[in-house]
């Protein structure tokens, strides 16, 4: 994946939120599970590519 995501709001719920939805997407989009969804975002998280600015 070439993404950069930048996810900005309340740390309320936001972060978690756009995280989930994230992962419904790429799992759809590419034919694999919300698990390996998820590996390649955290795997974009590690390589800075995966940004959030949250507060409360």
């Given at each position: 994946m070439?993404?950069?995501v930048y996810v900005a709001g309340?740390?309320?719920k936001i972060p978690s939120d756009?995280?989930?939805a994230l992962?419904?997407?790429v799992s759809?989009?590419?034919g694999g599970s919300k698990e390996v969804a998820s590996r390649r975002l955290k795997a974009l998280e590690?390589?800075?590519?995966y940004n959030v600015e949250a507060w409360s």
């Open positions: 070439e993404a950069v309340s740390s309320t756009v995280m989930s992962e419904e997407i759809e989009e590419t590690k390589a800075q590519r």
